[in-house]
């Protein structure tokens, strides 16, 4: 390295940072550049550490790094923005600057707490204590961004694990923020100028690997154990397209002619599965939907769909983003509305306010949507217990646990919005993650793609492409027993986390460490 690169590095680490972030979603879905993901923190690492008696310099470093992952990683975001562009162009070089830069504070405040913290435990002369506990703080940080203020867990560091079947297998023991710690122990080790402490970076990394394909070869003659065909209908309806009222009698019309042609061609299928809000209409509201359902599938049919439906408040109109059960002849059997809505997408922060003065939520909706409150799982006619995850809810790993325990989870949602990016990609990728976390088997249906059958260990069974029309009928897994995580939650990462700084900052992390040898 040159003195002259040198020198620009040591002036402007925030600027190497920021570019280190944009490569790291590199490393998650659709590419999966897992050596990506190291080679970024390892600048990271090592920059935040040459800086970390300088507070103010550290949070705009953590900041930095953290703006560009996020402003790199969630561009797709700007494709809904394009769907009414009329009404919400303007918008879209806010929406994919500032939530990055917002979500990215949560990183500044880690980063600066950290270094208060290598100073105040006298860390300075034991530089792979100062690496290691930066891991655990910026671990900390990713749990915040998680929860706070209704929670954003998008591309975690897990995901470098989680991308991958056999390394994803040990958030059924640590769940998604153990696995992500794991990652970022692994990046702060391969970035310590130290022989040792690289080696054993590989040797954790190998371990993941390797308890994961033990886990995978031990339970997969129970996963791979099926049950009745379901069938999955994706219908690839453009979202301008969808709620055009010029053509919805052509959009209603098409989604019951592909769910005629599946069901004629898999009579065997008892349970269709349609998309999140699957139709331009009211299904619960005259007899529209109901006749058109009855000539389509036979009586002993079971349709599991998407649907807006509206409820009167006695002083206005609640609207719900729910999923509903119906008989094939026609009889509304379950329905649970969306319990955690996207804000900005299905309602404003400060609603009326915001409002006031001109601006809607994506969706256009006055007034928004309503959340719903029963998290219960939906009983179906053989007994078996279905747990609707609705759109984005599958990204949370606590929306996957409910009692009583179901026996399948259903993502239903409409990737519509995001066009043929990442976005999809990697809504999959964190949706097959509550697969595995649970020991349940996924059945994923989307407007546009990607719809998979997935099994309780995270592998697919069948898959319907992005941006495609199709329909695929595969059996369903079965599930397993329940998981570590299932029954202890986060507790085994709280207590990781807890005793990991512990350890570093009151002596194991100073003069213990055998890997600081050259």
């Known amino acids: 390295m040159s003195t002259a690169f040198r020198e620009r590095w040591a002036r402007h680490p925030a600027a190497f940072v920021f ?9 998650y879905a659709p590419w999966r550049l897992s050596l990506v993901f190291f080679f970024s923190y390892a600048v990271f690492f090592t920059l935040a550490w040459r800086t970390h008696e300088q507070g103010g310099r550290l949070f705009v470093i953590g900041w930095a790094f953290a703006f560009g992952q996020l402003l790199s990683g969630l561009y797709w975001l700007g494709h809904a923005f394009l769907v009414d562009a009329d009404q919400f162009l303007w918008l879209l070089p806010f929406a994919v600057t500032l939530l990055p830069a917002g979500l990215a504070l949560f990183a500044g405040v880690t980063v600066w707490l950290w270094g208060a913290t290598c100073r105040h435990c006298s860390l300075t002369a034991y530089p792979l204590a100062g690496f290691l506990l930066l891991a655990f703080f910026w671990s900390a940080g990713e749990v915040a961004r998680s929860h706070v203020l209704t929670g ?19 958030v059924a023991w640590v769940g998604v923020h153990g696995l992500g710690l794991i990652a970022l122990i692994v990046a702060a080790l391969l970035a310590f100028p130290a022989w040792r402490a690289r080696v054993a970076g590989l040797g954790i990394i190998l371990a993941v690997m390797g308890l994961g394909a033990g886990r995978v070869a031990m ?10 065909p379901v069938l999955l209908i994706q219908p690839n309806i453009d979202q301008k397209e969808k709620w055009d009222p010029d053509k919805q009698a052509d959009v209603i019309k098409a989604m019951f002619a592909q769910t005629t042609r599946a069901v004629a061609k898999n009579p065997a299928a008892r349970f269709v599965f349609w998309p999140e809000a699957a139709l331009p209409l009211y299904l619960d509201e005259g007899t529209a939907f109901t006749e058109r359902l009855r000539a389509s599938v036979p009586p002993q049919t079971v349709l599991v769909t998407g649907a807006v439906r509206r409820q009167s408040n006695g002083e206005g109109t609640n609207y719900f983003n729910s999923v509903m059960v119906w008989s094939g002849s026609g009889d509304l059997m379950a329905r649970r509305d969306k319990t955690h809505l996207v804000p900005f997408g299905e309602y404003l922060p400060l609603q009326h306010v915001l409002e006031a003065i001109g601006l809607r939520q994506l969706t256009k909706l006055r007034g928004g949507y309503t959340a719903g409150k029963d998290r219960t799982p939906i009983t179906l006619p053989d007994g078996r217990h279905l747990l609707p995850l609705i759109c984005y809810e599958a990204i949370f790993p606590y929306r996957a646990q409910a009692s009583p325990r179901p026996d399948l989870l259903v993502n239903l949602t409409n990737d519509g919005w995001f066009g043929q990016s990442a976005g999809p990609h990697q809504h999959l990728a964190l949706a097959r993650l509550r697969a595995v976390e649970q020991g349940l088997p996924l059945v994923r249906v989307a407007n546009t793609g990607i719809s998979a059958v997935v099994d309780a260990l995270g592998r697919s069974a069948a898959e319907i492409e992005l941006s495609t029309r199709g329909a695929v009928s595969v059996p369903l897994p079965v599930p397993l027993h329940k998981t570590w995580f299932a029954v202890l939650g986060h507790w085994p990462y709280a ?12 002596g194991w992390g100073r003069n213990k460490l055998p890997l600081n040898d050259q």
């Open 19 to 27: 570019a280190a972030g944009l490569l790291v979603p590199l490393a």
């Open 152 to 170: 954003f867990p998008w591309n975690l560091p897990s995901m470098v694990f989680g991308s991958w079947v056999y390394s994803a297998q040990p």
């Open 219 to 228: 339970l997969a003659p129970a996963a791979s154990a099926v049950g009745a």
């Open 495 to 506: 207590i990781f986390w807890f005793g990991g700084v512990g350890m570093v900052c009151f």
